[in-house]
């Protein structure tokens, strides 16, 4: 099957299986963005290393909600 643009693609990805996504430093504004709409558009579950504190604080600034399951707290 061809596709003819980037939302057939998207739609067939969001059908499959969503799979864990580990990023590490993860308290980057730009990061949690893309993982947001990842989430969003059914095309992974983020799990986000780094700074919780930071983390949150930007979930927050993005309107994301961020369980606590989905952030582990290290130094990066």
């Given at each position: 099957?061809g596709?003819?643009?980037?939302?057939?693609?998207?739609?067939?990805?969001?059908?499959?299986?969503?799979?864990?996504v580990?990023?590490?430093?993860?308290?980057?504004h730009?990061?949690?963005?893309?993982?947001?709409?990842?989430?969003?558009?059914?095309?992974?579950q983020?799990?986000?290393?780094?700074?919780?504190?930071?983390?949150y604080?930007?979930?927050?600034?993005?309107?994301?909600?961020?369980?606590?399951?989905?952030?582990?707290?290290?130094l990066?």
């Open positions: 099957m596709y003819t643009n980037f939302a057939q693609i998207l739609e067939d990805a969001a059908r499959l299986k969503r799979n864990r580990a990023v590490a430093c993860a308290h980057e730009s990061v949690m963005e893309a993982l947001r709409l990842a989430q969003n558009a059914n095309l992974a983020p799990l986000f290393i780094g700074d919780a504190e930071r983390i604080t930007i979930a927050h600034d993005l309107e994301y909600a961020v369980s606590a399951d989905m952030v582990l707290d290290e990066c």
